[in-house]
């Protein structure tokens, strides 16, 4: 969670969010290395609640969502993307991939296939309500926005590994 954070922070600081207005720190202004130190002091809860704030932020800086809908709009992020951590929870996967079973290799695929489907009909529902408080083109927006994140995240994260195989997931 710390590395994702940092990455997250590092990856998206130069985008045009206010974190002032809301947070006591600067992040925009702060040095890398400055971001760094406080992070490492917050406690894990302040960590997720930082990392929240900062999603919601960005979406709403990058969909250009209008003052008046911002709130309605952070609930409802927030509601998704604590529904899409709920659902991915669920998948526990063995990576003993040698020591395996053929079945058992059967049958985690096999869950893993229901838990992406799960994700993609959560998407599907939560399409139809963020359609009530922004245009279809923003929907779509926030979907890839969310895909390119993940990228940058995971590319950050492979550069400060090993770049092995198995320091990726698909």
Known sequence: MKKILLLLIAVFSGSQLSFAQEQKYDWKNMKPEQRK????????????????????????SELDVPQSDQQEFKTLYAEYQERQNSIKSRFKPSEDYENMSDEEAKRQLNE???????????RKI????????????????MYQTEGKMRSKILDKKQDGRSNSPQSRRP
Not at 38 to 60: A, G
């Open 37 to 60: 130190e406080v992070i490492q002091k917050m406690s894990p809860q302040e960590k997720m609640s930082l990392l929240k704030q900062f999603r919601e932020n960005m979406m709403v």
């Open 126 to 141: 939560y399409a139809q309500k963020f359609m009530k408080v922004l245009k279809p083109q923003q929907v779509l927006q």
């Open 112 to 122: 893993s296939f229901d838990i992406g489907q799960q994700l993609l009909d959560n």
